[in-house]
């Protein structure tokens, strides 16, 4: 499924879009029609393909039992902290894995500057909500964000955003902003042995500051839908995790977060991202004809006894260099197009949409 989704230029709530997306996920046949916050008018169902996700369920009684209705009166407005969840089945046997939506800024009055949105995964979650060794996110009141190495999604007036999904993994693209994705990785023999899902979280962009107990004050250096991204900051984590040499159970591993600087290699759990337009370069062919650089997605969490989990070749993405052309953009990949999307000027990132 790949739906290009275009927000209202009028203050909404972040919990009516995480509403459109669970919708959007969970469909047998993703529409505009279920769509409620976002505009129905001009966001545009590019690939019907059904996600392929079901609804586990939220913390907010109203969306207990069912995924969410496109009834606005059916739920109420809170200023409490709220969490939605779906799950899918891993490529390999029976596991599940789950992704949760929250608002990042849930105490606030909603406007055009305060709908940030977290995606992130979790071990397990019930129907009522309750996650269990969540993966990094924001929580915020209406003066400043907390939380564990995050970053957060701005939902902003007027706004583009790109939802990829497919049952492997789900990316939310926030045009020429930042990029939030949660990805099934190839399966390795500890995650059978353990029966754990495997599972890892990329977020770039859009929320400045990320050092873990460190809290960012809302302030104008946040980048606005439509700015140019100032500081391009990330977090990243590998999910459901036992050491191998230890036992030790964990949530999320080495959720690692920072502020990148353009020509560097972030390495946030060996994920090697090159920052920056210079660190990928285009290349040429045996006859001198000009090629982009393109590299697989995958994470070493080596140290804890697990071999290369890698994204690409399960769900189908790659990184390349940011400012590679306009989103939409068709590029081919080893023999099969990609789709390229403006996720910010730290990585950019090439998706199968069809």
């Known amino acids: ?112 500057t305060n709908d940030f949105i977290n995606m992130t995964a979790a071990r397990s979650v019930t129907s009522v909500g309750v996650a269990t060794n969540e993966g990094l996110r924001c929580y915020s009141t209406t003066t400043g964000f907390t939380g564990v190495n995050r970053t957060a999604m701005l939902f902003g007036a007027s706004a583009t955003i790109h939802l990829i999904a497919t049952a492997r993994g789900i990316t939310l693209v926030a045009e020429g902003l930042g990029l939030q994705g949660v990805w099934e990785t190839t399966m390795t023999d500890p995650h059978r042995f353990y029966s754990t899902a495997p599972v890892c979280v990329w977020q770039n962009g859009d929320c400045t500051g990320a050092a873990a107990g460190k809290t960012t004050i809302l302030s104008s250096v946040i980048p606005q839908a439509g700015a140019v991204q100032a500081a391009a900051t990330f977090g990243s984590c590998v999910m459901n995790i036992t050491d191998v040499n230890t036992g030790t159970v964990y949530g999320p591993v080495e959720a690692v977060a920072g502020t990148y600087t353009a020509g560097t290699v972030t390495n946030g759990q060996n ?52 400012g590679l052309g306009n989103s939409g953009d068709t590029v081919l990949v080893n023999g099969n197009y990609y789709t390229y999307f403006n996720s910010g000027v730290m990585v950019g990132f090439l998706a199968q949409t069809s």
């Open 1 to 112: 499924m790949y739906v290009k989704l275009v927000t209202p230029s009028a203050a909404s709530a972040p919990w009516y879009f995480i509403r459109d997306i669970v919708r959007l996920l969970t469909a047998a046949t993703p529409s505009t029609s279920l769509l409620t916050a976002f505009n129905s008018s001009t966001s545009v169902v590019v690939d019907a393909t059904p996600a392929g996700w079901t609804y586990v369920g939220s913390t907010v009684a109203a969306d207990q039992g069912a995924a969410p209705s496109t009834s606005v009166s059916d739920f109420t407005t809170s200023a409490t902290p709220a969490l939605w969840a779906i799950s899918a089945p891993c490529l390999e046997g029976s596991t599940l894995k789950y992704v949760t939506f929250s608002p990042a800024v849930p105490n606030a009055t909603p406007s055009t």
């Open 271 to 322: 994920w090697a991202v090159p920052g920056g337009a210079t660190m990928r370069a285009n290349s040429i062919t045996t006859a001198g004809t000009p090629v982009y650089q393109v590299s697989p997605i995958y994470v070493q969490p080596g140290q804890y006894g697990y071999p290369n989990m890698y994204v690409t070749g399960v769900y189908n993405a790659y990184w390349c260099k940011p």
